[in-house]
């Protein structure tokens, strides 16, 4: 069995697939916020600065950590950006 077909059968209990959901919302912001630091040329550091928030908050959500929906609108308006939830 190949890992694929691994998660789909794990998909298929119900708090698996919430969990892994939930963990892969969380990831998928890690990604977005990074992507979109480094797109701007700033630094963890300097999205700090401009968003008002602790440097450690943006080092957290970067390595996957939860965060509000309220930071995450912060470091977008500070980065320029729009904040988009999408339930799909």
Same mark, same amino acid.
Do not use: C, H, W
């Given at each position: 069995?190949?890992?694929?077909?691994?998660?789909?059968?794990?998909?298929?209990?119900?708090?698996?697939?919430?969990?892994?959901?939930? +963990?892969?919302?969380?990831?998928? =912001?890690?990604?977005? @916020?990074? %992507?979109?630091?480094? $797109?701007? !040329?700033?630094?963890?550091?300097?999205?700090?600065?401009?968003?008002?928030?602790?440097?450690?908050?943006?080092?957290?959500? +970067?390595?996957?950590?939860?965060? =509000?929906?309220?930071? @995450?609108? %912060?470091?977008?308006? $500070?980065? !320029?950006?729009?904040?988009?939830?999408?339930?799909?």
């Amino acid at each position: 069995m190949d890992f694929k077909d691994y998660l789909n059968e794990q998909l298929k209990d119900p708090e698996f697939k919430q969990e892994f959901n939930s +963990e892969t919302a969380k990831l998928e =912001s890690a990604v977005a @916020l990074t %992507k979109a630091r480094k $797109a701007s !040329g700033l630094s963890q550091r300097q999205l700090a600065e401009v968003a008002n928030v602790p440097q450690s908050t943006i080092a957290r959500i +970067e390595r996957g950590d939860n965060t =509000s929906v309220d930071t @995450l609108s %912060k470091l977008a308006n $500070a980065l !320029g950006k729009k904040l988009k939830v999408d339930f799909s």
